[in-house]
């Protein structure tokens, strides 16, 4: 990179986005050096919260004091990188350079900050070895956002002999513009410093399941005086697919070819092709002359050909399913090139996304060309088992919907033929229209270029071609008071896609980092979410499969860098902030009961337990903040609860007898006699202030979040013409408001108008007596009922503290041997579970 200072920042597409740090007119000088070596410290301060955003320059490191055979053996090393620690997460790298006696790095960063630390450290590596630190302390002019530029002597085994020249600015999160103004009345112009911008001008649609029954019908009245219509997912899905001329591409964690997007509940024959399964349909499609590509991830664990996988995720049987055909399979594992991934990394990390695109027909208004792109991307796999609807059925339809992709995930040797409980899912998808869809088919072309390689790049479909194609074009006017501004975030790396920029500007302005092995790393997806947090006002509603993290911030003896991303404790912090203002603000986030597995499983039971230390740490902040303004009564779960979602259900008429029955001593007995279980909560979905949407495929945990492990695709929209300020009393009621009511609605069971106002003390106490009220009607023994709601209470008991245990009599997950806490140390590398 050249020098950056003095000049303007500029996105990918020329719009100017600032300046870096360095550039900052200085209200602040520190060119002292540290003291002389030899000298006692003081007392050592206490730690600072560094929550907002460090802008950081790395400049030069000037080390000609430094002997130089030292400078030769460096580069040998591999050159020497520089690194910013907050204590104890690293946080930045730079690339590696060679050796010089005056090292030039001339990088910045910009880095979002919840750390409590009394200094950030910045370290020099020539490998593995350290070549010195500088120590920059954690003042009251940095936390009140001074520019910082100075000198740094390198602390090491051989003082004096280098220094670093570094320049930073912190800025503290509420004092962010956007801090509480949710989408300013539609004049957000989306998350910065991202790769790709925000469009305007969309369509989505949002999914809250894969399916929705016709027996599912809530009267949610919106402002454009109309009812809110869930959609049928799978069965839109269906009809673009069979309706595309050119293209299909699809990118999964897992596609199952036998399994049918479109079903009849009394398994009866579908008009025309409606009832083929997803490889008829594609090897149709193909032979009729549509490209049909795939990347499918290749879970190693099934390459022996002696076991099904790990994750059962069929991918072998989907590569022979369209060997030969004229649909182009591809099988790619998830290889990051970091040293500590090697040995796990083909094996545990994953290729994530859940994507669909394909041509459509242009809109009327939009260009002469016919064809268009469309996509659909979220957290629903095309394979077995994610077949569901609002009711969540765990004994009927077995042997007609549910008859070729049943799915029990959670309970060892069961099958059709041994009857329930099915595992019911609960899942989120999108629909998207507009210069977005173009956003999703180029990520799908970056992927199929880096992994299917130069010699397969014919197979792609032009889209330049303007006698068929528009131009990427907005699906509708900005005026229209229906249209979206969407914006498409990513967890990706350059060892799953090409065209990352790679000049350091460029790196800068599209919110890049380096990570392990110097790739780099796009992880966007962490970043919508802490903005969206920390623009919250009112409330955020989450579901996901997932949720742990910020290790940083857990109790001492098991606090590490392990899963450092932030998303628990902005959402811990954001509370905290809002009891010290006297404002209401009620979270509420939906996990499945246990993971998905046998809940007594010891990758599960770590799962579990670092779960349960990401929920105390969070609520140790909580009641931190309520000590503090003489609240320390108050009812945690005021502002932060957390539930998971089961059903119950009574014997049914004509209901499927399986032709032999599970064990009497087996898990899977205990819950076909009890008649019940969970819902799995698989989606990755966040409501903010019924007005900002985010669904994806990423889990809230570091795999997801980190960028360079698992790869995930997700998009954060909102309607400008629905927001706080434009609503006459203050509540948007666009289709994000839509939305989030309709799925609350096959959660609990009643639309009531209270849960209008989810941020009120009135709405979290109504939820939390319907959750309490089915959580006791599934967990009790007798008698059996059929739940009108499914959201239940997760089954801890809060201390005063912000302990967890379980609740009396709860110790074990029902009909099973799984306790709830997890485990009490963890079993495996953290790596692999977090």
């Avoid at 591809?330 to 991934?341: H, T």
Wanted: aromatic residues 10%; proline residues 6%.
């Amino acid at each position: 990179m050249g020098n950056t200072h003095g000049k303007s920042m500029r996105d990918r597409y020329g719009k100017s986005v600032g300046k870096c740090c360095a550039c900052i007119p200085v209200k602040h000088q520190d060119k002292r050096l540290p003291g002389p070596p030899g000298i006692p410290p003081a007392e050592a301060p206490a730690p600072r919260l560094l929550h907002g955003i460090l802008e950081i320059t790395l400049d030069e490191v000037d080390t000609s004091g430094m002997p130089s055979l030292f400078r030769k053996v460096d580069d040998l090393l591999g050159g020497v990188i520089a690194t910013v620690e907050l204590s104890p997460v690293r946080v930045a790298r730079t690339r590696p350079i060679k050796r010089k006696k005056v090292m030039k790095f001339q990088e910045s960063f910009r880095i979002f900050c919840g750390h409590l630390v009394t200094s950030i450290d910045v370290f020099v590596y020539s490998g593995a070895v350290c070549l010195g630190r500088a120590k920059i302390s954690v003042t009251e002019q940095v936390l009140d956002g001074e520019r910082i530029d100075g000198w740094y002597e390198l602390e090491g085994d051989r003082e004096g002999i280098a220094k670093f020249h570094i320049v930073l600015q912190f800025t503290q999160a509420m004092k962010d513009r956007y801090w509480d103004a949710g989408v300013a009345g539609g004049a957000f112009e989306g998350v910065s410093h991202a790769l790709f911008p925000m469009r305007k001008g969309c369509k989505v649609v949002p999914y809250q399941n894969s399916h929705i029954d016709e027996a599912f019908n809530p009267k949610i009245m919106l402002d454009n005086g109309q009812f809110y219509k869930p959609e049928k997912g799978w069965e839109t899905l269906y009809h673009a697919m069979n309706d595309a001329k050119h293209f299909i591409y699809v990118a999964g964690w897992s596609v199952n070819a036998t399994i049918a997007l479109v079903r009849d509940k009394e398994g009866k024959p579908l008009p025309g092709n409606l009832g083929e399964t997803i490889g008829e349909l594609l090897v149709r499609k193909a032979n009729e002359g549509v490209t049909v590509l795939m990347l499918v991830w290749d879970d190693k664990t099934d390459n022996t050909h002696l076991l099904t996988g790990i994750m059962n995720s069929h991918d072998e049987d989907t590569f022979a399913f369209f060997r030969h055909t004229k649909v182009h399979c591809l099988l790619c594992p998830r290889n990051p090139e970091a040293k500590e991934f090697k040995l796990v990394a083909g094996f545990i990390f994953t290729h994530h996304q859940k994507v669909v695109c394909m041509d459509a027909p242009a809109l009327p208004s939009s260009h002469p060309a016919p064809r268009r792109v469309l996509a659909f991307q979220g957290g629903i796999d095309l394979c077995d088992g994610r077949y569901c609807f609002p009711s969540h059925p765990l004994f009927q339809y077995l042997d007609t919907l549910f008859k070729n992709d049943y799915h029990q995930g959670s309970i060892v040797g069961a099958a059709l033929a041994h009857g329930g409980p099915r595992e019911p899912w609960h899942d989120c998808y999108s629909k998207l229209e507009g210069e977005i869809a173009w956003d999703v088919h180029e990520n799908f072309r970056q992927r199929w270029l880096k992994q299917a390689g130069k010699m397969r790049a014919h197979q792609l479909v032009s889209i330049t071609n303007r006698e068929i194609f528009c131009p990427p074009t907005p699906a509708t006017t900005e005026d229209d008071p229906e249209s979206w501004n969407v914006q498409l975030f990513r967890s990706l790396d350059e060892t799953s896609g090409v065209d990352l920029p790679q000049g350091q500007i460029e790196i800068f302005n599209a919110g890049l980092v380096r990570q392990a092995a110097g790739n780099v790393t796009e992880r966007s997806i962490q970043d919508a979410y802490i903005q969206a947090i920390r623009r919250a006002k009112r409330f955020l509603y989450i579901e996901n499969q997932y949720f742990l993290g910020s290790s940083h911030m857990w109790e001492p003896n098991f606090r590490d860098e392990s899963a450092a991303q932030l998303i628990p404790l902005e959402i811990a912090l954001k509370i905290a902030s809002k009891i010290r203002a006297g404002e209401d603000f009620s979270v509420y986030i939906v996990n499945p009961l246990w993971p998905d597995g046998p809940p007594a499983s010891l990758s599960g039971q770590d799962i579990m337990l670092f779960h349960r230390k990401t929920l105390e740490m969070m609520y140790r902040i909580i009641h931190k903040a309520l000590i503090d303004m003489n609240r320390s009564h108050e009812d945690m779960t005021h502002y932060l609860s957390f539930y998971c979602l089961g059903n119950r259900e009574t014997v049914k008429p004509n209901e499927y007898i399986p032709p032999v029955k599970p064990n009497s001593d087996t898990d899977y007995h205990k819950s076909q006699t009890n008649r019940r279980f969970m819902i799995y909560c698989h989606a990755k979905m966040m409501v903010v202030d019924d007005e900002y949407l985010i669904i994806g495929s990423a889990n809230i945990n570091q795999r997801s979040m980190d960028g360079g492990r698992d790869t995930e695709m997700a998009m954060g929209a909102f309607q400008p013409h629905h927001t706080m300020t434009h609503a006459t009393d203050g509540i948007p009621r666009g289709s994000v408001h839509g939305f989030r009511v309709s799925t609350w609605f096959e959660h609990l069971g009643y639309q009531e108008e209270v849960f209008d106002r989810p941020w009120t003390r009135e709405c979290k106490k109504r939820v939390n007596e319907l959750a309490t009220r089915y959580w006791e009607e599934y967990s009790r023994l007798e008698p059996i009922v059929d739940m009108q709601g499914h959201l239940m209470r997760y089954p801890y008991s809060i201390g005063e503290d912000g302990t967890i245990g379980s609740l009396p009599g709860h110790e074990f997950f029902p009909d099973s041997s799984g306790p709830v806490l997890g485990a009490e140390k963890p079993t495996f590398p953290r790596i692999l579970t977090v």
